[in-house]
Every structure is written in C-alpha cells, then in structure tokens.
C-alpha cells in the first residue's frame, strides 16, 4: 500500500534537505525550527546553510547570534557588520566590499572549520589594507582552508613564522615576486591552482625545490610592463615541472606593440626546458587600441605574432593566442 503524504513532514529526509538547501538561513529558522524536533534536526544538519547579509541594522544583526553556529555559509556585503566570533562552524567566508572593522576581525578570531576564503576590497586604499592577514593564515590558524581567493588587498609578506598548509589547494591573490612565490610553494605541498601578479624580481633561488602538485597556474603580468621584463616569468616555471595548463595575461598599449614582439619566443624555451608535462598554453594580449591602430601595416604585426605564435607552440595540442582590443 503506497504512502499518501498529507503534510510537508512526510517527506523523506533526503527531499526536505534538497529544499531547504534553496531557504536562507534566517527564514528558514523561523519557518521551520521550532515545528517538531524531526525538522528541527534537518534544518540544523544542513552543510549548506547560509546567510547574505546586507543590512547595518544592529538590531536585526544581534539577531542573527542565534542561529549564527549553525551557518555554514557566511556572504557579507558592504558596511554590514557582525562579530564573527559567534560564527564558529562556517566553512565559506565572503567579504565583499566589506568594513575595515569587520576585515580586522580576521587577525585575532581563529575560524578553525573555514574551508573557503574570498576577500574583495575595492573599497579600501592602499595604506590601509590589513597588512598582516597572509602572515595570520600561513601561522595555520585557518588548519582547513582548501582555497583562498584575495583580491584588490595589498599584504605585507613575511614567512619566519609561516607552517606547512597541506589543505590549500586554490590560490588566488595579486602581487608577489619570485622570493614569495617559492615560499609558498615550500608552504603548501597540495597547492593544485594558483593565480598571481607577477612582480619583477632581483632574487635568485640557492637551490629549488620543485613544486609536484601544481597543475594549473594564471600569471598576470603587470600592466603596461615592457616585454623585457618577461624573462623573469623563466624563473617561475622552473618550480613546477608536473605543470599542465598555464595561462597568461598581458596588457600594452597598441603604440607599444614594437619589433620586439615579433622576435619574442611565447616562453617556447622555458617549456622545453622546465614543463614536459604542458598541454594547455592560453596567452590573453590586451591591447589598449590607439589611433596607430587602425593603419595596414599595425594590423599586419598581429597577423604576424599570432602566426608566430602558433609556428612556435605547433607541437602543443592546446594552444591560443588571444588578442583581446580594448577602447
């Protein structure tokens, strides 16, 4: 004799789960918490759970205290502001635009079951970003991070206290130079994808120590750099030789699009030497258009570094060229 579900408890676990992974936390409590213990023990069973917070309201924020152990999933835009230290089990923590106050907190409040990390500060000036949130995860107080992703946020980089971070396996932060890069690299064995700007750099390594895990790696090449620069990029490949798809970014001027281009080998060298394991070469060259743009004989020298491209990758099954006209 087949079940009739009458009511919204008869569902089994496994569906009632599935919706209310589409509820905010807040409503969620507040619809289904206190109805019986059965969904009471779902709800707060949850890996999902979470809460978007936009509001400065004190009032509705205390609230929050509440169910705040039970959050998984913490996305905080804005001047909203909260004590984390109520968020005990939140695995994923994101910070958009967020207050110096709130960004602070990070230094002194241990998140010990913080799995993701995304840190957006568009909003804050140079001078005043938290210089020393990198040295605070790399002390391990974040044991389970598996990515962190940190962006417009310029740290002060010291590793004398730095420990091994066998989770992180996603990187993605801005400037660093060859000294940091490889600190990294010692510091976290498991590190799979990795994303960077790529300073210049005097440093010259004693002895490297090769790198097996990485499989993915973007350099993104500071704007307007001169092509002369790029011999430093040589250096960082020779830490990852398992290395299997490598993606770059560059950005000139059209004006600045010379001779030297044409003569430019697109790291062929350097994969020969230091990545056997390379399948997949994208380079994104963003060019800024100007008015020397639209004559013949511009257009032919890109016609003619993307044939050079190609002729000099012709043995790389994955390869691409893109040529990406702003303005």
């Known amino acids: 004799m087949s079940h009739t579900i009458k009511q919204l408890e008869d569902l089994p676990h496994e569906i009632l789960t599935e919706i209310f992974e589409y509820i905010d936390a807040p409503n969620l409590f507040r619809i289904f918490s206190n109805l019986n213990g059965r969904l009471n023990k779902i709800v707060k069973s949850l890996h999902t759970l979470h809460l978007s917070l936009t509001t400065t309201d004190v009032h509705q924020i205390c609230a929050y205290n509440r169910i705040a152990p039970h959050i998984k999933i913490l996305c905080i835009y804005g001047l909203a502001q909260l004590n984390l230290k109520y968020f005990t089990n939140i695995r994923r923590l994101i910070l958009i635009q967020a207050s110096d106050e709130l960004v602070e907190q990070l230094g002194v409040i241990r998140l010990k079951s913080l799995e993701h990390l995304t840190i957006f500060l568009d909003n804050r000036q140079e001078e005043d970003c938290l210089p020393y949130l990198w040295n605070r995860i790399f002390i391990y107080d974040y044991p389970a991070l598996i990515s962190c992703c940190l962006y417009k946020i310029n740290l002060k980089w010291t590793n004398s206290q730095w420990r091994m971070m066998p989770s992180l396996s996603i990187l993605k932060i801005e ?18 994808f990795f994303k960077f700007t790529r300073l210049t750099s005097k440093y010259e390594s004693k002895q490297i120590r090769q790198h097996l895990n990485l499989k993915k790696l973007v350099i993104v090449i500071p704007w307007f750099e001169d092509l002369s620069h790029d011999c430093h990029s040589h250096k960082y490949f020779s830490y990852v030789p398992k290395l299997q798809q490598l993606i770059v970014h560059r950005t000139n001027e059209s004006k600045s699009i010379d001779e030297a281009f044409l003569k430019f080998d697109w790291y062929i060298t350097a994969f020969n030497q230091y990545l056997p394991s390379l399948c997949r070469f994208v380079y994104y060259f963003h060019i800024l258009k ?24 012709r043995r790389l099954c994955q390869r691409r060229l893109i040529l990406d006209f702003i303005g």
Do not use: G, M, W
């Open 290 to 313: 100007s008015d020397r743009l639209v004559n013949s004989a511009t257009q032919n020298r890109f016609d003619q570094i993307q044939e050079n491209f190609n002729l000099a990758h």
């Open 175 to 192: 400037n660093i130079d060859l000294l940091i890069y490889e600190s990294i690299l010692s510091s976290c064995p498991n590190l799979y």
